[in-house]
């Protein structure tokens, strides 16, 4: 669980993950930690941030960011 791994509570998890509240710096970088990934790729958008032919396809780069996600549970 991320709220775990970060040494968050899992309630402060959820109300960022609903916008119900902002997470401070601190709290960004104990998530990206938590994660293993550079704190800007927590605010990286590849909707809109990757040209279309950039990737095969946008499925090539969901697998890749679960792949990524599953790696920092491990």
Known sequence: MLAELA????????DIESGRRNPTLTTIEKIALAL???VQQLFYDP???IP??????????????????DKAFE
């Open 52 to 69: 279309e032919d950039a990737y095969e396809s946008r499925d090539e780069l969901k697998k890749i960011l679960h792949i990524l996600i």
């Open 47 to 49: 909707e809109n941030s």
């Open 7 to 14: 040494d968050l509570s899992s309630g402060l998890i959820g």
């Open 36 to 38: 293993n990934v550079p």
